[in-house]
Structure formats: C-alpha cells, structure tokens
C-alpha cells in the first residue's frame, strides 16, 4: 500500500509538473507573439520612426518575460524541465543585467535603435524555444520542428551577443555623465567603483559567456537530432 501511495503521488506530482510547465509555456508563448506583432505592425505603420519608440511600446511586457524567464532556473534545478542549467543560467544573466541595469535604468538607452535589433534577436530565440516547449508537452515533436528549434539559433544568437555589446558602448557615455550606479566605499578600504568601468570589464565577460553557452548548446544540439535519429532507425 505504502509503494502504491508513493507511486501515486510520483505521478500526480509529475501530472502537476506538466500542466505548470504548459502553461508556463504557453504564457511566454503568448508573450514574446504579442511583443512579435506589435513591433511588426509598428515598423509597417510608422516605418524607421518606430524604432526609437520600440522601448516604449513593448519594454514592460518584454521585463516582464525576462523576469519570469528566472523561474526556468527553478524548473531544472527541480528536475521538472530537462535540459542544461548553465547555459540556461547563462542567458538568463545576460538578459536581465542588460535589459535592467543598462536599458531600463538610462532612458538615453531606451531610444536607442540598437535596443529595437535586440529586441528583435532576443524575441526570435524566444519564439524558436517556447512553442517547440509547448509541442513537446503534449506530444514527440517532428525532425524537421527538432531540426529548426536546434539550428536557427546558432545565426541568431551570435548576432544577439553582438548587439549586446554595442548596447552597452553606446550606454558608456551616458553612465559616465550622470555617473549612474557609481559609488564610493570605505569597507574594507576607501575606493570609488565607476561603473562604467564596471560595464567594460562586462563586455568581454559577456562575450566568454556567450562562447561557453554556444558551445553547450551545440553539444545539446548533437545529442538531441542523435538520439531522434537513433529512434528513427529503431523503428
């Protein structure tokens, strides 16, 4: 009786699991369409004037994406979602520091037209990963949507890093004049922390992160279309 009630929660637990993860899914899925769409119709009706206004039209459905985006973090390392921790942690990082501390924080940033390629990098990835997440809820996805969710990444994400960084030079002059988030400090020592030099010191940081997370992806990416292959002779 005792194993039985064991199973029995395994599986009503595992049952929760899915459903949370679906709906998960399907919200970030909803999400990142609607951040898709807005800033299409925008580009169409307003042309290179929409650009500069990307921030504004879709910035806090966007932080709050990337704010639930954390929640991933949980699910893997609660053992409800497969997949690598560090490369998920990794952009997860990346993401947050660099949409909070450089984009949301400086307004200059905000209209920048860089931010709108960003956001147009960061919401392609999404909408590669989410609806492949919702698909393989409910049921084996096909080779070719397992081929597309694991290829298409590796122009995009380099591409993303790239504007990432540029972000973050053209945010330089406009944490050095208002001198945004340096400080001075006596413990242990008297030290004043520029932050600027702080963002500097991020970018190469940013770009080894990058290289890590690729190359954890591209192992994802061979054991994934493998392991579907094998299945495939199998059968």
């Known amino acids: ?13 595992h049952t929760i699991g899915l459903v949370y993860l679906f709906m998960y899914n399907l919200l970030q899925f909803c999400g990142h369409t609607w951040i ?3 800033m299409t119709a925008r580009f169409f009706s307003f042309g290179k004037d929409a650009l500069a206004d990307t921030f504004y039209s879709i910035g806090i459905v966007m932080s709050l994406c990337q704010l639930l985006s954390i929640l ?3 699910h893997i390392a609660d053992g409800i979602e497969e997949s690598l921790l560090l490369p998920r942690f990794l ?3 990346e993401r947050n520091v660099l ?7 400086q307004e200059e940033v905000q209209s920048k037209y860089i931010v ?6 960061w919401n392609t990835l999404d909408l590669l990963r989410y609806p492949y997440g919702l698909l393989s809820l409910i049921s084996t996805p096909i080779y070719s949507l397992l081929w597309v969710r694991h290829t298409l990444w590796i122009p995009i994400y380099p591409l993303a890093v790239l504007a990432e960084v540029i972000t973050i030079y053209q945010s330089l002059p406009y944490f050095e004049t208002l001198e945004t988030f340096s400080f001075h400090t006596t413990v242990p020592v008297p030290i004043y922390v520029h932050f600027p030099y702080v963002l500097q010191a991020y970018m190469p940081v940013l770009t080894i992160g990058a290289c890590i997370n690729i190359n954890q992806l591209l192992r994802e990416r061979g054991q994934q279309l493998g392991s579907y292959n094998k299945k495939l002779k199998r059968k």
């Open 99 to 105: 949409l909070f501390v450089v984009i949301v924080s």
């Open 1 to 13: 009786m005792r194993g039985s009630d064991a199973s029995v929660r395994l599986s009503q637990r």
């Open 91 to 93: 952009q997860v990082l």
């Open 72 to 74: 991933e973090l949980f």
């Open 36 to 38: 898709f769409a807005n």
């Open 116 to 121: 709108c390629v960003l956001f147009h990098l």
